[in-house]
């Protein structure tokens, strides 16, 4: 049986789209030709980028290559996460139960509400005048 060379995951967060790559390697991560920690300027983004790969303590076994548009930061951060985690269940099925558990390949569903109508905003209303 050959092994396959890449595995590919998208994930998706608000209106952030990721492609994730996959390969064997040294644990380079890879955001839109940056390194992640030049990419992800915050603490918090970089690590929910991380977090799949800490909680299955594989940090040094797969080198990550992310495309990401779309949204702002904290949302691509969520979106590499998710494609990451959809991109290590195809790498090695048994890690299925440990990211289910740990709630990585769950689709975060929330999204901006659309502008109504005779509205300011999805719900902001006109201010009401006495006189």
């Known amino acids: 049986m050959s092994e396959k060379l890449s595995y590919r995951g998208t994930g998706r967060r608000k209106s952030a789209v990721a492609r994730v790559v996959l390969k ?27 977090e799949p790969l800490e909680t299955l303590k594989i ?17 691509q951060a969520g979106a590499v996460r998710l494609g990451l985690a959809r991109a ?3 790498a090695d099925t048994s890690l299925e ?8 390949l769950t689709r975060d569903q929330r ?15 006109t201010q009401f005048s006495k006189r």
């Open 88 to 90: 290590l269940k195809i």
């Open 111 to 125: 999204m901006k509400e659309r502008k109504k109508y005779g509205l300011h905003g999805a719900r902001r209303g």
């Open 24 to 50: 064997k390697g040294s644990g380079k991560i890879t955001v839109n030709t940056l390194e992640y920690e030049k990419y992800f300027l915050t603490d918090k983004e970089r690590r929910i980028v991380l």
């Open 97 to 104: 139960l440990l990211l289910r558990k740990g709630k990585f």
């Open 59 to 75: 940090l040094n076994r797969y080198d990550v290559l992310a495309n990401v548009n779309g949204g702002g930061k904290t949302g």
